[in-house]
């Protein structure tokens, strides 16, 4: 049976990834990016070596750096992690172009300068209104499937009442690795009394690094990464910035308009981790999730199973990490004994559900930790 064709609100990763999937299948696709250009603003990324197996191949072209550690430090306590398989440093824009390129070759068609602005549904499919921004004209796009990657304010997830997320601001600012910093080694800093998430810095290059944090807006994610430049005595030659979505137990990214689908994917789903709000690989998950469902007109909530306990185990440590003080942290690195970090070597942050009860088995005392802390309402910051 031939395949509908298929409508993408947006040039995201997760939008592109899913393009080049179904369009390799031979699914007619086509992209509708409200930009005049794929790729920009350009941010810098740090993600799992899963992002291969999720991609299927190395995104060689989007790679500035790799990580072989991850130092930790709380106001009293260190640790250091070391990864069998490299953390990479990605480039967003060179992503994005590259996930664009792979999908106009397997045959996607992707019309930059088209503002979504609704849509209809019959028996017979569905009716999209598009605005091309350059000419001010308004069109009608027939679809037998939508496809909404349109980011965390998504078009489409309001067009079929879904609703949104809640979100966080990341700021970040782009200085010269300070001298001591190693090129291949990402430090991260928790300071309960400065944000209930943490400060890092993620080297680019030997000369280069990025150092951010996430915070409850962007005013407050500004200030406070203004106030640890100056403590660090760095100077920033430019600033990235990004507001994402966090997940959330009982979302439902999917909806039906007459006859036809709308899947929801990556931001516009809200399928980030909660605990990083890190959202590239599981964003590429959830396109490969919704691929999938259209390719064997399947059950998309099916496909995404494995992807939500995934991030509801994210969410949920996210809630026993709000709740954390200082001193509950240095607890935490001080307990990181040689078993447990054994296992943070070789399983990723995106790994998390297959890895969590055994970090408990490893280190007890943890269990400890995590019950003291859901014993006491989540802090302020």
């Not at 369009?23 to 603003?41: F, L, R």
């Not at 807006?217 to 100056?230: G, K, P």
Request: proline share 4%; charged share 20%; aromatic share 6%.
């Amino acid at each position: 049976m031939p395949h509908q064709n298929v409508a993408i609100i947006g040039a995201s990763a997760a939008g592109l990834y899913a393009a080049y999937l179904l369009a390799k299948e031979g699914v007619p696709v086509q992209v509708y990016e409200a930009g005049e250009t794929i790729g920009p603003p350009a941010r810098t990324l740090i993600v799992t070596s899963q992002i291969v197996p999720v991609l299927g191949f190395v995104p060689t072209e989007a790679i500035v750096n790799r990580i072989e550690r991850i130092a930790l430090f709380s106001p009293q306590a260190t640790a250091q992690v070391s990864l069998a398989q490299p953390d990479l440093i990605i480039e967003r824009e060179k992503l994005l172009r590259l996930l664009a390129d792979r999908a106009r070759q397997a045959g996607a068609a992707i019309v930059l300068g088209q503002r979504f602005l609704g849509l209809q549904g019959d028996g017979a499919g569905l009716t999209l209104q598009l605005q091309d921004r350059q000419a001010g004209r308004l069109r009608e796009v027939r679809a037998g499937k939508l496809l909404g990657a349109d980011g965390v304010t998504s078009q489409v997830a309001g067009a079929v009442q879904r609703a949104g997320y809640p979100t966080v601001s990341i700021q970040q600012a782009r200085v010269v690795l300070p001298p001591g910093a190693e090129a291949h080694t990402v430090q991260v800093w928790f300071d309960r009394d400065d944000t209930r998430f943490f400060y890092w810095l993620i080297p680019e290059s030997s000369g280069y690094a990025v150092v951010g944090l996430i915070a409850e807006n962007q005013a407050e994610a500004s200030e406070r990464l203004r106030c640890f430049l100056a403590a660090h005595r760095l100077e920033a030659t430019d600033y990235q910035a990004a507001q994402v979505p966090t997940h959330r137990f009982n979302a439902q990214p999917w909806a039906r308009m007459g006859d036809a689908d709308v899947l929801l994917v990556g931001d516009a789903a809200g399928q980030v981790k909660v605990t990083t709000v890190g959202g590239v690989v599981t964003g590429l998950r959830g396109a490969r999730a919704a691929a999938s469902a259209l390719l064997r007109h399947g059950d998309y909530a099916g496909e995404l199973r494995g992807l939500k306990r995934e991030l509801d185990l994210h969410l949920a440590l996210r809630r026993v990490l709000d709740r954390f003080a200082n001193a509950d942290y240095d607890a935490l690195l001080r307990l990181l004994n040689r078993r447990a970090s054994g296992i943070l070597e070789v399983r990723t942050r995106d790994e998390l559900a297959r890895t969590f009860w055994r970090l408990l088995l490893a280190q007890p005392q943890w269990i400890m930790l995590v019950a003291r802390a859901l014993a006491l309402p989540p802090r302020k910051r």
